[in-house]
């Protein structure tokens, strides 16, 4: 958890509104991941980014590796994007992940 | 696609017992990993596997044994289950990027 660092660690929206979850890391890394586990408790893979920026629906993020930093923006959220995100850095030769702690976000209605 | 399945859903041990718990993936995945991770906590890499019959520790593999039988499949042995212990642990696979995540077992201890 030292070396991944999230924030929040929880957050609650309305429906429909937009935020954004950071991810701080303190080793070099080449590929972030975000994923979301849900309340039944299933992980899943949202992002597997290099450096750069990738859209996925309501769903950005955004890959700082000069800064070491990673953002997921969520846009419009809804009740079905309520759970725990993770980010996650490889290291070595990317076969292993260092996790952050997560963000556990609640969307209101 | 694909799919990964972990037996059992559920286990209940008794301290001192030693338990095993299964994955199976047809992703056709080299590398396999076993996580734990404690009630609102991140997840805790245990042992993962490159290919068949390979073996690597990750941060927390003390009082775990893995085997990795054939590429499909890839167990994990805890070797003297702890008195009050509850967690659940997860299977992965991946084949060089994203890892893709079993439903879990989860363990309890009496």
């Known amino acids: 958890g030292d070396q991944v660092k999230q924030s929040p660690s929880a957050l609650s929206l309305q429906e429909g509104t937009n935020s954004a979850l950071r991810c701080n890391f303190s080793i070099a890394t080449t590929t972030v991941q975000w994923f979301l586990q849900n309340p039944r408790g299933s992980l899943m893979n949202l992002f597997y980014l290099v450096p750069g920026t990738k859209e996925n629906g309501r769903l950005k993020s955004t890959f700082n590796s000069k800064e070491s930093y990673s953002t997921l923006h969520i846009r419009d959220a809804q009740l079905e994007d309520s759970g725990t995100y993770f980010c996650a850095v490889s290291v070595g030769d990317n076969s292993k992940l260092i996790w952050g702690l997560g963000t556990s976000l609640v969307v209101n209605p | 696609g694909g799919i990964i399945t972990q037996t059992p859903k559920f286990l209940i041990g008794q301290e001192g017992q030693k338990l095993t718990l299964k994955c199976q993936q047809n992703?056709?995945?080299?590398?396999m990993y076993w996580y734990r991770q404690d009630s609102g906590k991140g997840l805790r890499l245990i042992y993962y596997s490159i290919t068949e019959n390979d073996l690597q520790k990750g941060d927390l593999s003390e009082g775990y044994d893995a085997s990795r039988e054939k590429k499909s499949s890839f167990s994990l042995t805890v070797t003297s289950a702890q008195k009050n212990e509850m967690a659940v642990f997860l299977c992965?696979?991946?084949?060089?990027?994203?890892?893709?995540f079993g439903p879990g077992t989860r363990l309890l201890v009496l």
């Open positions: 992965a696979s991946s084949q060089g990027d994203t890892q893709y």
């Open positions: 992703f056709n995945h080299d590398t």
